[in-house]
């Protein structure tokens, strides 16, 4: 139960430093992402090519969610 409540913490600070809302931690977790991986992929000053936390991690989710909905139609269309 510990370890539980640790991650909680964890996910907590990654919320504040990373400035998401709980629909973009929902979609990270939903994703099996780690929240100390958020914390270290903030971009730096330096990093301006680097989008924010947030708008990664919707990227990745809408092409994770594409990438399954092509291959659920694959799959359907193999059962016909």
């Known amino acids: 139960m510990a370890s539980n409540n640790n991650k909680d913490v964890e996910w907590a600070e990654a919320k504040k430093k990373c400035r998401l809302n709980e629909e973009t931690v929902k979609m990270a977790k939903e994703m099996g992402l780690n929240p100390r991986s958020l914390i270290k992929n903030i971009p730096s000053k330096s990093e301006q090519w680097k989008a924010p936390v947030s708008i990664w991690i ?3 989710y809408q092409k994770r969610q594409e990438k399954a909905l092509k291959k659920k139609a694959r799959k359907e269309k ?3």
């Open 58 to 60: 919707h990227e990745m």
């Open 78 to 80: 193999s059962v016909e």
